[in-house]
């Protein structure tokens, strides 16, 4: 048995549960409509972009990126969920490869991320948001946007792993807030007091957000400072670096569930 | 040669022994039992024997395969069927044993084939495609007893199975290990029920802080804490003939038990020299109840 089978396998139990239980994922996606309704059209009006443009232009790629942030939230439930029911030792106990239970996790969420991301494309179009520079530039703003995902899913897998109970997981849930309004998914830096543009500038989110933005032709509210000559550059450098901090942190958690 | 095969496995959590020279000899076959208290070390014993956990000393072999160096011949070889019911709740029975056959390498037709299988063998199938949160108690063990025989495995481990359920989920899961057992399977079950052991185990290990106290067949064990037991009830005074036998009053039952050493007869004289009028005597065997409490007092409790 390939690790490979195996992780495919888990995958599609995954799959299987949205078929199954589809108003998770669907109530998920409400949410992302939910909270793009609320900025674009509720406070939009009163948020200025520095340099210029559109309000909706600019909140499109932030909220992607946002909502690629929140998964790790679901891949830190998921994955503490099976540790604590005992179904991670199921696996562990049957002949399939150490990094089949990761793969299984990488691969649902992916898939979900993936749907996510063009519902809420296609919902951004249907808005009034759009897209203005060339296809390919665009597809690689897609790509960044799941770059990040991957990131999250790991630190999602070490938080489940580590912390299994459900405590962790109201503590992602309650953090990724913070995290997610300390950048310029929502607002741009420029308009915060300047330490706390500082802070949100360096938040990896920033970076795929300003990336994004770039790359879709849409107004970046960066008018100097790093984000303004790096953000792709920047936009791989986090998640590569915060994947190389907790693929194998979280590969050492799962191997200490034998401690 | 022993199926499963344990000596000297010690495994340290913190200050606390979970494991102190756990030794386990079982042959082909059989259902052994496992009895212990809370804390006894069971689960950790189950844990190492399944390769879940690393040992800090000690040699193991499940099925011939050594839990260290051969893990995937090991897990290739058993069936786990955890303290709580490791099954995916949103997915339905089949679905469940389809994706678990699949992990073990069956290709998609066979482990659908496999899954219809046990779910007519575990009377599931009426409730096949059904959400597993949907289930009883007792079908979800039943269902997880499956998910651990989809190999038809050499060794099934059950980590005390009918914990919580009510006596008719228990009876049920009990004819399914029964079942599992009459068809070849080995199976090591933990359990804290003496009732449970003596029922369905032939041989049974008593655990106490790590390590195994006494081992056996029920009834040497039984026999080995002495002799039979009788209760004598009565219309007379019951401290009195209590202090004259050496036996334990019950207030309640009006009625004194007693081991019986030296014959019926010698009791029975004794209890009429006091006119202690007997309504009622009872002769019978310890139960294994008396055996696991004689056993774990007899341990110092460290």
Redesign the interface.
């Given at each position: 048995m390939t690790t490979l089978r195996a992780g495919w396998i888990i995958t599609q139990r995954d799959l299987a549960h949205w078929v199954r239980q589809p108003w998770g994922p669907i109530f998920g996606l409400m949410f992302s409509i939910m909270l793009l309704l609320v900025f674009g059209f509720l406070f939009g009006g009163a948020i200025n972009v520095p340099g210029g443009g559109d309000y909706i232009a600019y909140l499109l790629p932030g909220m992607m990126a946002l909502s690629m942030l929140f998964g790790v939230e679901s891949t830190a439930t998921a994955m503490g969920n099976d540790a604590r029911k005992g179904i991670t030792d199921r696996f562990r106990a049957m002949p399939i490869g150490s990094a089949s239970v990761a793969l299984g996790r990488v691969g649902a969420d992916m898939t979900n991320s993936t749907v996510e991301l063009l519902v809420m494309l296609v919902g951004g179009l249907a808005v009034g948001w759009r897209i203005t520079g060339d296809a390919t530039a665009a597809a690689l703003a897609v790509l960044l946007l799941l770059l990040l995902r991957f990131s999250m899913l790991w630190i999602g897998i070490f938080i489940g792993l580590r912390f299994r109970g459900e405590g962790a997981t109201s503590a992602v849930q309650v953090l990724v807030w913070p995290i997610g309004f300390l950048s310029t998914a929502i607002v741009s830096a420029e308009t915060m007091p300047g330490w706390l543009g500082a802070i949100a500038a360096w938040n990896p989110l920033s970076a795929t957000a300003t990336a994004a933005r770039e790359l879709f032709g849409n107004p970046t509210g960066v008018t100097g400072g790093v984000l303004a000559d790096h953000a792709v550059l920047l936009a791989v450098a986090w998640p590569v670096l915060l994947t190389a901090i907790f693929a194998p942190l979280s590969a050492r958690a799962y191997r200490r569930l034998r401690a | 040669m022993d199926t499963l095969f344990a000596e000297g496995l010690r495994k340290r959590y913190g200050d606390l022994d979970a494991l102190d020279g756990f030794d386990l000899h079982v042959p082909a076959g059989v259902i052994h039992g496992l009895l212990g208290p809370n804390g006894a070390g069971k689960t950790t014993a189950v844990k190492a024997l399944?390769?879940?956990?690393?040992l800090d000393a000690g040699t193991a072999r499940v099925a011939g395969f050594d839990v260290r160096g051969q893990a995937?011949?090991v897990?290739?070889s058993?069936g786990?069927v955890?303290?709580?019911?490791?099954?995916?709740e949103?997915?339905?029975g089949r679905?469940n044993l389809v994706?678990?056959g699949?992990?073990?390498?069956l290709g998609k037709a066979a482990a659908q084939a496999r899954a219809d299988e046990l779910l007519d063998l575990f009377e599931l199938t009426g409730a096949a495609e059904r959400?597993v949160s949907t289930y009883s108690g007792g079908m979800r063990r039943r269902l997880d007893i499956a998910?651990g025989l989809v190999l038809t495995p050499a060794v099934l481990f059950l980590d005390e199975p009918t914990t919580g359920l009510d006596p008719r989920a228990r009876n049920e899961v009990w004819t399914s290990i029964r079942e599992t057992a009459a068809r070849g399977t080995t199976v090591l079950l933990t359990t804290q029920y003496l009732d449970e052991a003596d029922q369905l185990a032939s041989e049974i290990s008593v655990m106490n802080h790590g390590r195994v106290i006494a081992e056996g067949s029920p009834e040497a064990l039984k026999r080995r804490i002495g002799g039979d037991r009788v209760t004598v009830t009565l219309r007379g005074p019951l401290d009195e003939a209590a202090r004259a036998l050496g036996g334990v009053t019950d207030e309640e039952t009006r009625s004194v038990t007693v081991e019986v050493t030296e014959g019926l007869a010698a009791i029975v004289r004794t209890l009429d020299a006091l006119d202690a009028g007997i309504e009622d005597l009872q002769l019978r065997r310890p139960t294994l109840d008396e055996v696991f409490l004689t056993l774990t007092e007899k341990e110092p409790v460290t």
């Open positions: - | 399944t390769t879940l956990i690393d995937r011949q897990r290739a058993i786990l955890g303290q709580n019911p490791a099954v995916d949103i997915l339905g679905q994706m678990f699949r992990l073990y390498g959400a998910a």
